[in-house]
Structure formats: structure tokens, C-alpha cells
């Protein structure tokens, strides 16, 4: 699906919104909007909202060999999938080159800046080391995908929890999650992406754009930083100039913006642990918002089944009890037999002559690829000893009044070709005969 | 959490119970119908986009193209995917008017956020409030329902991953509102005739309970004038 | 005139002669096309078999191979089935990577064998931990006139009944596997699921075999497979029109006739060869 043009009004209408420092939703310049973060009821899974954008990630591991340049160290994986659901515009498993951006710049900003101990991922030394593999799909595009996507990562980085592993000899044992108590990652720092996008060749600055402010954005942006001020990565995309002062300014700004949501993120790991630790509810389920009119939760419901039993007697005994006859098959040569007696297929069948007319180009093909089975076949002539020449009747008598059909049918259905099977057969013979 | 609520499954086995349901409609803002379905702790999010315009390649002269992505948390989808969108949409197809929108195209993502057993069930039915958010004609609604049958013959409705597990056979139905008719049904696991149709009926009651849960949060819903 | 009427309004076409309870082809409802099996088709394979449903012409071919069994269950083999819709068996397939509906069959036969139970998947254990066989079957529709579900099965069941692998046996010394390619062992196939397809016309007529024409024009469509003990494998109806329980129930008793045909089929001629090995 294609999506909606912006129209030059509209255009119009934010930029000079843009000018007057004001934004559609009622922000300001260097406002975030609203940031939710919710945990599934699986170790390393969250949903992130920013504002309407929303974005799932889950982590995952699983034993593989390590890299030959790195033996020792644990290989993470990030996958961003741009989910159809998030915009009409995305196509699922299409690799477009927004998808690559935003792939590479998740690598940059997560695997590049270290911030996950990837040598305690290792298992046994060259042989087996844990693949982190992170999931994010982004569930509905309102902008600003990146940030969405850098906090439920990083965040679901740290709720992971990994099943623990023995080893004795050369054996490892992975230990099921009852059986030991996972073990979760080692967090170094959390870098967190902050985007900044430019209007009027750099004039204008917003934080955090919606997809509208996006669509008319000159250029962007993106700085990964972590709480520590750490700046882990930065790029710069759209053809903007920038001056120094500006991203200076901008860093400014990040390190503000990424101590309040680290923050956040941490209170919310925080909650998440209490309520496990604490045997309450947890998980999606939970998180559900019920004060809302358009969502609603009931409680377990109990199904009558007192009389399913005679329901189910009842339909079988109204229906007709199978019949125990059967037709009989027809072996008609060794290794071939048939059943039924409703349309003939033209398996076993004389006349393949009538047919020659009313056939085009496949049968010009067929006798082509005919013609070179036959010349291999002549090269290995004396395998070909497979059908005893006395069945030639026995494959024409199938039942009484089966030829009249065959002919019948031929003459009604001209569309039905004689499989070459059939000729084949008969030319077998009688290069054996 | 889990092992308290399967332990006071099996107690009350003879009459088996629906988890608790939820479903939330509209959440998204970009899809023309989206909703979230939860039952327990499986939980599918659908998302709608339609009647929009629609590929040559794709175009059907008389109805509308439906299209369904299932798409998985973790890794890309396979093949097993591929069957259970089969399954989806032509169940979606036998309850949408979909003459109604000839030559145009609807797609249907559902995407996969917690699998906890009766995960096609948990699709279909969010996949049917999506359709109704989308405010596409539907000659009637559907539900899923899953049955279990476990070691001991004993039918365990909406089973859990644990119950699927442990289960010898594995059926998943889709109701229809009108007749109670059975529009989908792909099993797994050998089973006599009389379980299959004991199952078919317990799907049937529990049909009308998902249906009066579809009655009453549309009613919830539009409970309000704007 | 005849013809033009089916171009011009095929459904109608097919109404009428439903209205009368037969199909243009000839058969009653409930009648199934006839079905010609040949047992050990493909020479090259360990085991194979050609199925004709009607003018549905499926072959599949079993091969094996040795692999490590897998590490979460090192006491079983594997068993992976693929169903191939190439081009060449309806213009309604394309080339390129495999569609809809063969993966969708894929999963079915996939689903099947596990569900049946056809083979234990611990016979194809050689060593625990070590050594085990993989079954490629490979399915292939060299023409597609509806109806793949029934022929698929029938061909995988008859293929894996002529399958024959040679002993292989593990040396003490070198912990290398010795084939002995003389020593040919059948497999054990332990139950004989045979499925029965069904379209439903306009919302209420059942028939029986559908072709391929029948398919795309029916509203919905069922395949039911059943076991010699009469239990049933598999329900599978991916969606379309809605069918009460009594239907089902008649589709099902169909099924188990069904059932006993294909299985003496499929013993007669397996019979056949016998004596010739």
C-alpha cells in the first residue's frame, strides 16, 4: 500500500507552526512526549510507547559456535523488522533503505559502544558461546522509531535473563529455567539514542518529532549517549550543515534527555522485579488499560459439559455407519494397481494415437523430451528389463466397458492429454521386446 | 503464578474454563482497525489497513484481496506461519462481505507479543475485533476456541503451553455466530470420532461465551456518544 | 455451446449438474476419480511412490541420509517432508520460491506424520546421541487437478512402505559408520493414515475429490485422515464456509471407507513386487 502524500498546505501549515515554536501536539521544542514502558511476562521482552509510536523487542539466546576472529566472546544480534502493521507504506522481509539505516544505526549505537560484557557470554572457549539475539518490531510508526527502538532494547537487554549452564568434562548442561535461577547479562552502561531534527536548513530544532514533524524535516540528528555523558555514537543524515555550536548544543540537550529516561527505565525494572519478587500480577495482561471504554477484561469463564457426551453420541449415530465393502483394486502390472471406477485417467491406455491431433505445442515438447529419453535409454538398453511382456493384455483389461469409456472420454474431454507416461511405457517394451 | 492456575484447572476439569479474557480495541493509530487480544497470558495485536487500492498482480474482479501476515516475536516467519495465515484468512474471508470492496485490497498483521498456548485461537479472535474495529462488512463474527485432550481423555478448553504440552491431542475450531458452524479446524494428534465431536461441542459453548465477551466490550465501547 | 456456457458462467455451469447430483465429469457426489498408485517409481531413491488421483499426479521419493540426532532428543531420527508445487504441474503456480498453498501442504504433511505417528521417530535412531537417519521425502505435483492433500498422503504412506535401508552399524575401533549396503532393512511403519478430501459447494453440497476447478470454485474445502483403527489424524479445514457437526460427521464416515479402498490398494500392490525382491 502507498502511502498518504502530504499535501502542500499541510506542509506549509507545520513549517510555519515550526517557525512560531509551536508543535501540533502542544509540545515544546525540547519536549519528549509521553514515554510508557510495559514487561511481557517473559524475561526480555517489552513494549516501549513514545507517545503513539510503539515498538516490541524481545531477546533471546541460544548456544552456537563463536567467530573465529573472537573465541572467546558471545555474539549479539540485533533485528529490526518493520513491522506492515506499524505504517501501509512498510513491506514486511522487504530490506528498504530506511530498515538498513535504522539496523546499522542500533548495531553503532549497542554492540559498537560495548555495553553488554560479551566475554561472559562465553561458554567453553572456541566452541560455544551464547548468541544474544534481539527482536525489535515496531508495532506502530507515530516517529522518532529510533529512540523507541534504542530504549526497548536496551531496556529489554537488561530484564533478560539467561538460563544458566554447567559444564563437566566436556559436556554442557543447559538448566532449565526451574532448575537454577537465570542469570541476567552484565549491563556496562545504557546507551540511549535522543534524535534531533532540523527545519529550515538547520534553523529550527525539534526533539523527539512525530511522523509528521518527520516528513518535513530537512535533516536529522541522532545522538546515542549514556548516562555518564558518554557520547557512544552520532550521525548526521539528510544533507544539513551543522555547526559546531549546534551539536554541542544538542549533546547538551541528549545528556538531559537520556538521564531522565535511564531513569525511568530503571524505576520500571525496578517495578517489574518487585512484582515478580513478590508473586503478584505481571505481564501484558496487566498492563492493559481498563479504565478505558475500549478495552475490557472478564474473568475465567466456565463452560457447560454436562450433556456434550450425548451430543456428540447422538451426531455419530444419525450418521451412516461407514460401508464395509469396498471395491477391490486392479494390479495391472507389477508395481501399479488402481482403485475406483469414477474417471478414468488414461494410465495403461492403448490408444495414445487419437489424441496426437488434437494436441499443440506441449506435445511438440513432450516428444522432444520423448525423443532424448529415448536416445539415454538406448544407451542403457539392458536395465530397462523391468515389465514382463506378457502383461501387454493385462494392462488393457481393466474392467469390462473401461475401453468404451476411454474412448467416450476422449471424444467429450479433448483438453485431457494422455500423460506420456503412458507411450513411454509402450516404447519401453518394445525396444525390450 | 502459572503453576497455581493450572493446579486449579485440572481440580475443575469437569467443567473446563475459559481463561480470563481481555481485548482492547483501537489502540494503534495508524492501522484503520487494530486490536490487542489476550487470553491469559497469550496475547496477539492485529492491525487492519483497508479497503485501500491493490496491486495488479493481486486484483480480484469481484471482491476484495485479503492479505494475512503473521508474523512471530522471535526470528522470521517459516512455514509453520504460513499455514496458520492460511487457516486465518479464509476464515476471514468466509465472514467478510468482501464483494462488497471488489478490486481493492485488506491486510491483516497480527503480530505474536506472548505465546501461552492456544495461539491460532488467540489470532483468529483478534483478528475478528480488529475487523470489526476497521468497520469492514461481515456477514457474521468468529471466534477461535482450542481443546485439549489430555492422557486421560479428559477435554481441557483454552489449554495453556504446559496443558498443550502434556496434551495427546490438539484441536483448534473457529465458530461462527450465526449457526455455530464450524468455518475452520486443523487438529493435531489422533483422536477417536466421539472426542472430536464431544470437542466440537464444548467449542460450540464456549463460542457463546467469547461471543457475549465480543457483545459486551462493542456495547462497553459505544457505550458513549461523542 | 456447451463449452462457452462453462467459460461464461462456470459456477452455474457446475450448479446445474450438482442440481442433479452429478459433476460434469461423470461421478456421482460422492464418488472419488479413480486412483492408480505405482509403488518403487524412482530406482534412485531408497523408497518411492507415484500416486494418480484422476488426472493429480503426485510422486514422492524418500531418501536417507545419516546425521547427529538432534540435541534435545538424541534418541530419535528426523523425518522432513516437503511438498513442491513446481510450474510445470499448473499454470497457476510460478516459479521462484515455493507459494502459499506448497507450504501450507508442506506444514500439513509435516503436521501428519507427527500426528499419526506413520514411523517412530526412535527406529530412526542408530546410536542415542550419535548416529541417526534423516528421511527426505520429497513430494512432487507433476500435475495438479485438486485434490493434492489425498494424493500426497497416499504417496509419502506408499513410499515410506517401499522405503529400504541398508544395516549400519557402528565399528568399536574407529567410531566411524559402516554401511552395508547388501543388508536391506523395510521401515517400520507402524500407522496407515489415508485422507479423503471434500469441497463444499455454495454453503451446503459436500462433494467428494474435487478437481481443480471444483476447488477454486467451492466455498470451502475439508481433508479428513483417518487411521486403520478408525481415529482420526487429522480435521484440516483451513476456513472457508461453515459446516455443522453432522456434516463433518458424514465427511468422516466417507473418510473411513475411504480408508479401507486405499489401504488395500496399497497392500495389493505392494504385494505385486514383493515376490520379484
Redesign the interface.
Known sequence: MKETPLSNCERQFLLKAIEEKKRLDGRQTYDYRNIKITFGTDYGCCIVDIGKTRVLAQVSCELVAPKDSRPTEGILFFNLELSSMASPAFESNRQSELLVKLNRLLERCLRNSKCIDTESLCVVAGEKVWQIRVDIHVLNHDGNIMDAASIAAITALSHFRRPDVGIQGEEVTVYALEERDPIPLSVYHMPICVSFSFFQQGTYLLVDPCEREERVMDGLLVIAMNKHREICCIQSSGGIMLLKEQVLRCSKIASVKVTEITELINKALENDRKVRKDGGKFGFAESMPKERITALKTEVAPVEMTDIEEKAKEIICRTEAPSEVVSSPVVCAPGTGQVGEGLQNSWGLEEVDALEDDVGEEREEQDMREQLEEESRNAEKGDVVVISDSEEEDVVILHEGTQVKHVKKQSVDSQQLAPSTAKRRRRRKKQVI | MHNARNAMEVESSSTCALREFGCEQSLLSRPDGSSSFIQGDTSVLAGVYGPADVKVSKEIHDRATLEVLIQPKVGMSGVRERAQEQCVRETCEAALLSSLHPRSSLSLVLQIIHDDGSLLSCCLNAACMALMDAGLPMGCLFCGVTCAIDRDGRIVTDPTMQQEKESRALMTFAIDSTERKVLMSTTKGSFSVNELQQCIAVSQRASEKIFQFYRDSVRRRYSKTL | MAAGFKTAEPLEYHRSFLKENCRP???ELG???????????ISTADGSALV?I??T?VICGIKAELATPPTDAPNKGYIVPNVDLPPLCSSRFRPGPPG??A??A???I??LI????IIQREDLCIESGKLSWVLYCDIMCL?YDGNLLDACVIALLAALENAQLPEVTINKETELAEVNPQKLHPLNVT?HPVGSSFAVFDNTIVIV?PTAEEESLS??T?TVVT?ED?????????????????K???C???A??RH???R??IE??LK??KP?Q
Do not use: M, W, Y
Not at chain 3, 114 to 117: I, L, P, R
Not at chain 3, 230 to 246: F, I, N, Q, V
Open positions: 465429469d461423470g461421478r464418488e472419488f476419480r479413480a486412483t492408480t498408485l505405482n509403488i518403487g517409481s494418480k484422476g488426472n499426479t502459499e498453498q507450504q501450507a508442506s506444514q500439513f509435516a503436521d507427527d500426528s499419526a505417528n500435475d500407522k475429490d466455498t470451502a475439508i487411521d478408525e481415529r482420526l489424524c487429522a480435521l484440516h479445514k483451513p476456513g472457508g464456509s461453515g459446516l455443522s457437526a453432522e463433518l460427521q458424514d468422516i464416515s466417507r473411513v471407507t479401507r479402498e486405499v488395500k490398494l495389493e500392490v505385486s513386487i520379484q
